[in-house]
C-alpha cells in the first residue's frame, strides 16, 4: 500500500446528488470528529476523477489527479481500512461521451470517446475509457460481503409515517415476461476447480467452424475450489423474444418496458438492450443496415445517442419520419420523462432494473405512458435466471394487494459479494461471438471445463464465485440467523448449474453448524413468495443471495417497506478484516441534482450516510481501541433516531426544508447527544457550548438556508463540479457556518 498517512476514515467523493450533500455534511463531520483528534478525509472516486486519472500524461501538472480508486482498491485489503462509500456514477456510454465533453470544455486535454476505434491511439484510448466505464468502482472496494438491512429506526419511522403506496388490482395487466429457453439461464454450466485443474491458469478459446482457433483470454488465475461458470443468451432467440413481445404487448394494451443492468453488467447488457431498440425500429434497421453501418450509427447506446447520430445523415429527416412512423405502430413504450419524450429505449442507464422494477410495484403495477398518465406495463426481462423474483411479486401483489408499511416485517439481506463474486464480476470474459463455432474453458491441465455450440452475436460469459468469500458469505449468514432469531431462506435453485455447485459447500456447512432443518434453501420464485407471505403477516426474514439478488433485494424490499433504498444500512465486513461502509442502497439520482440546478432544492436523504457514519465510528472504536469514536458512534445513531422522529428528513418539493436543514438538525441532535452523555465526560464538555449554540441560532440558521430556494444555481459543472461553487450551494447560513468551521 501507498506509504502515504491515510486518515482514520476515508469518505468518498462521488458524483451527483450524494456530492452535493457531502459539501455540506463533510464540515460538520470535520468538526464533531476533530473535537475527539479524528481524522476524516476524501478520496475521488468520481466519474470525472476516474477519467482524468486515466490519462495524466495529457494533463498539465496542475490538472493532475491521482488514482485514488487504485488507491483504495489496496487500501480495503489491510485490516485498518475504514471506508466511507457513497453511491457513484457508474457511467453508460452516453454519461461518459457526456463527461467527456465536459471536461475538455472544462480545459482538459482528453481523448473523445472512440466510439469505433480505428488507429493505436484510439485503441489505447478506448481501452482507458471500458475501464472507467459501467460498475468499475464497487467491485473493486467490495473484498467483503454484503450485508445490508433497514435500521429498526427507519422500520419505526415508517410504521409510524407510512409512504404512498399504489393500489394493486386483480386485473391489473401489468406482468413480468422472460425467455422460456437459450437464455443465459438455460445454458449455463458449473463446475468447481478441482487441485490438479487450478494449478495452471485458465483459458478460453472460440474455434470457428473452419477449425480456427482464437484465444479470447488467457492466464486467468484461480485458487481450486472456485466455482466456474459458463454460459451464453442466444442473439436469435433474443430477438425472437422482443418480437414475440412487442406483439404481446400491443395486443394486452399496455406499456412496453425493457429492464435491464446495463451500468454494472456494463458489457451484455449494452448489446441486450441495443437488440431491442433494433427489435423496436427493425423497419428501419432492415431499410438502413449499410448507411447506418457507413455513418457510425448503433443502436446500443439507445434512441437518444442514435437520432443524434440519424439527424447529421444526408437523408436524416426522411429517415426520422420513417422512425416515427414505425413508432406509431408500435405499442406506447414506458416513459422515463414523458414531459421531455425520453423513453425506456433513450438511454440504457435512465431504466435500471434494482431502481425500477420496484417503482413499478410501489405504483401498484403502473408506469408512466407517453400521454403522461399512468398505464399497466409489460415489464421485459430477457435472462430468466431473476425474473421470477418480479414476476412473483407482482402476482403476489396482485392477489393479495399492496403492502402495508404499517404492518410489514423485513427482509434483511446477507449477500456473496466478495472478491467480484458472480454475474458482476464476469465483464472481463464476456464477448458478443464474433462467428458461428464453439466456445470452451479449458484448465491449465487441460481439461475441458466448458463447451458451448454458439452462433455468431450470441452473448456468452464466464463468472466465478471462490471458495473463501462463499464461506465467509455462509458464516455471515448464520450469524445474522443466529444475532436475529428471523427465519432465513437461501435463495438458490437447485435445478439452475451454478447454485447446484453452491449448494455443495452451503449444505454441508449447514450441516456441520447443526442447521439444516432451522435453514430453508427455495429457489428465487418460492423465496420470493415465501417472503412477501411472511412481511404481509409482520414477520421478518433473512434472504441469502448471491450477488445479482443482493442488489435486487435491498431496493426491492426498502422501496416496498420503508419508501426507499436509501435509508438502508449497508455494510461490507471486509475479509481481511477492514470495514467498507456503503451508503444507502440506491443509486445518486440525477433527478435531484436537475431540482438543485433548477430551483436549488436538494431533496437527498443523508440517512444512508448517518447510518454508515455511526457504523463507521463504532468500527474504529473497537478495532482501534478509540474509546471516544464508539461515543460519537452511538450519538449518531441517537441524532438520526431523533431526527427521524422530529420529521426532519429532507421534502420533496422546493420551498419546503431540504437535505441542508436536515444536516442542521443532524448535528444539532448529535451535539445534544454527545453533551448529555457520560460516557465521556472531556467530550461532552467540549461540545456542550456548540450544542447551545445550535439550538440558539435555530430560527437564524434556518431561515439562511432557506434563502435561495426556488432560483437556478450554478455549480460550474455536472461531472466535475466545482468545490468552491457546491460549497456556496451547500452552505448558504453564515451563521451555521461560523458555528461549524
Ligand atoms: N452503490 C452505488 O454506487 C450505486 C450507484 N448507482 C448509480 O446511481 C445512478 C442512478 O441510478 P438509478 O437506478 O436511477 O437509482 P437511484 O437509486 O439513484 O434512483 C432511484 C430513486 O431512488 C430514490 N433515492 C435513492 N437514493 C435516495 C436518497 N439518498 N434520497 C432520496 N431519494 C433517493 C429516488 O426516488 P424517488 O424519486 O422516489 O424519491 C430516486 O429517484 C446511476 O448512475 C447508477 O449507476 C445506482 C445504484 C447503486
Ligand atoms: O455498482 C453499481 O453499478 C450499482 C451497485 C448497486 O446497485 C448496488 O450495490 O446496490
Ligand atoms: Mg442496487
Avoid at 476516474?50 to 483504495?72: G, M
Avoid at 472512440?114 to 484510448?125: C, G, K, L, R, Y
Avoid at 434472504?543 to 435491498?554: M, P
Avoid at 438538525?665 to 449554540?693: C, G, V
Amino acid at each position: 500500500m501507498s506509504d502515504q498517512t491515510l486518515p482514520d476514515i476515508i469518505y468518498t467523493k462521488t458524483d451527483e446528488a450524494p456530492q452535493l450533500a457531502s459539501a455540506s455534511l463533510l464540515p460538520i463531520l470535520r468538526r464533531f470528529l476533530g473535537e475527539a483528534d479524528i481524522t476524516i478525509g476524501t478520496k475521488d472516486i468520481s466519474l470525472a476523477g476516474r477519467i482524468l486519472a486515466s490519462f495524466p500524461e495529457r494533463l498539465t501538472d496542475a490538472q493532475k489527479v491521482p488514482d485514488d480508486l487504485a488507491l483504495l482498491g489496496e487500501v480495503v485489503k489491510d485490516a485498518s481500512a475504514n471506508v466511507i462509500k457513497l453511491p457513484n456514477v457508474s457511467a453508460s456510454v452516453p454519461q461518459l461521451v457526456a463527461a467527456v465533453k465536459e471536461l475538455q470544455g472544462q480545459g482538459y486535454d482528453i481523448p473523445d470517446y472512440p466510439e469505433n476505434p480505428q488507429t493505436p491511439d484510439e485503441v489505447e484510448a478506448r481501452k482507458r475509457y471500458d475501464a472507467v466505464k459501467g460498475s468499475a468502482v464497487n467491485p473493486v472496494l467490495r473484498e467483503g460481503n454484503s450485508d445490508r438491512r433497514a435500521p429498526s429506526s427507519v422500520k419505526a419511522y415508517a410504521r409510524a409515517n407510512p409512504h404512498r403506496m399504489g393500489a394493486w388490482s386483480k386485473d391489473s395487466k401489468t406482468c413480468v415476461s422472460t425467455m422460456a429457453a437459450n437464455d443465459f439461464y438455460s445454458n449455463e454450466t458449473s463446475v468447481t476447480l478441482t487441485d490438479a485443474q487450478a494449478e495452471g491458469p485458465l483459458k478460453i478459446e472460440h474455434t470457428a467452424a473452419d477449425g480456427t482457433v482464437t484465444t479470447l483470454k488467457d492466464g486467468i488465475k484461480m485458487p481450486a475450489g472456485t466455482i466456474v461458470d459458463a454460459t451464453f443468451m442466444s442473439a436469435k432467440a433474443l430477438k425472437a423474444f422482443y418480437h414475440a413481445q412487442i406483439e404481446k404487448t400491443l395486443a394486452d394494451g399496455t406499456l412496453f418496458s425493457l429492464h435491464l443492468k446495463a451500468t454494472m453488467m456494463k458489457v451484455s447488457d449494452p448489446i441486450l438492450f441495443g437488440h431491442a431498440v433494433v427489435a423496436y425500429l427493425q423497419p428501419v434497421f432492415d431499410r438502413h443496415a449499410d448507411a447506418f453501418a457507413a455513418a457510425g450509427v448503433g443502436p446500443n447506446a439507445g434512441f437518444g445517442t442514435m437520432f443524434n447520430a440519424i439527424a447529421q445523415m444526408p437523408n436524416g429527416a426522411e429517415i426520422k419520419a420513417e422512425i416515427d412512423a414505425v413508432l406509431a405502430e408500435r405499442p406506447p413504450l414506458y416513459m422515463v420523462n414523458s414531459d421531455r419524450g425520453i423513453t425506456n429505449l433513450h438511454v440504457p442507464s435512465d431504466v435500471i432494473i434494482d431502481a425500477s422494477m420496484p417503482a413499478v410495484i410501489r405504483a401498484g403495477g403502473k408506469g408512466w405512458g407517453p400521454d403522461g398518465a399512468e398505464a399497466d406495463t409489460n415489464c421485459v426481462i430477457p435472462d430468466s435466471s431473476y425474473a421470477p423474483v418480479y414476476e412473483a411479486s407482482v402476482n403476489f401483489c396482485k392477489e393479495n394487494g399492496a403492502l402495508d408499511p404499517v404492518t410489514a416485517g423485513t427482509v434483511q439481506n446477507v449477500g456473496l459479494m466478495a472478491q467480484k463474486a458472480e454475474e458482476y464480476g464476469s465483464h472481463p470474459t464476456t464477448f458478443e461471438i464474433p462467428q458461428d463455432g464453439t466456445m470452451r474453458v479449458i484448465a491449465g491441465n487441460g481439461d475441458v471445463l466448458h463447451t458451448h455450440a454458439v452462433e455468431a452475436g450470441d452473448i456468452w460469459r464466464m463468472a466465478s464465485a471462490r471458495r473463501a468469500p462463499i464461506e465467509n458469505w455462509i458464516q455471515l449468514a448464520i450469524d445474522r440467523m443466529q444475532a436475529t432469531g428471523f427465519e432465513t431462506i437461501f435463495w438458490l435453485d437447485r435445478n439452475r448449474a451454478h447454485d447446484a455447485e453452491l449448494l455443495k459447500y452451503v449444505e454441508p456447512a449447514l450441516a456441520k453448524a447443526g442447521l439444516t432443518d432451522a435453514v430453508k434453501i427455495m429457489a428465487p420464485r418460492e423465496a420470493t413468495s415465501r417472503s412477501f407471505e411472511l412481511i404481509y403477516q409482520g414477520k421478518d426474514t433473512i434472504a441469502v443471495t448471491g450477488n445479482v439478488l443482493r442488489d435486487y433485494l435491498t431496493d426491492l424490499f426498502p422501496i416496498l417497506e420503508v419508501g426507499t433504498s436509501a435509508k438502508m444500512l449497508s455494510v461490507v465486513k471486509l475479509m481481511q478484516g477492514g470495514g467498507l461502509f456503503e451508503t444507502g442502497a440506491g443509486g445518486s439520482a440525477p433527478k435531484h441534482v436537475e431540482q438543485l440546478v433548477n430551483e436549488n432544492h436538494l431533496r437527498w436523504d443523508s440517512l444512508g450516510e448517518f447510518c454508515a457514519l455511526g457504523e463507521s465510528l463504532r468500527f474504529l472504536g473497537n478495532a482501534q481501541n478509540k474509546a471516544a469514536a464508539n461515543v460519537l458512534g452511538n450519538a449518531v445513531d441517537a441524532a438520526t433516531e431523533k431526527l427521524l422522529s422530529e420529521g426532519h428528513s429532507p421534502q420533496r418539493k422546493a420551498g419546503q426544508p431540504d437535505n441542508r436543514h436536515s444536516h442542521y438538525w443532524f448535528a444539532r441532535y448529535w451535539a445534544e447527544a454527545l453533551a448529555a452523555q457520560t460516557t465521556d465526560a472531556a467530550l461532552a464538555a467540549k461540545i456542550a457550548p456548540l450544542a447551545a449554540e445550535l439550538a440558539q441560532n435555530e430560527t437564524a440558521i434556518l431561515s439562511e438556508l432557506s434563502q435561495g430556494q426556488g432560483h437556478a444555481v450554478d455549480l460550474g459543472g455536472y461531472y466535475n463540479t466545482s468545490d468552491a461553487l457546491a460549497a456556496a450551494a451547500m452552505r448558504p447560513s453564515a451563521t451555521l457556518n461560523a458555528l461549524i468551521d
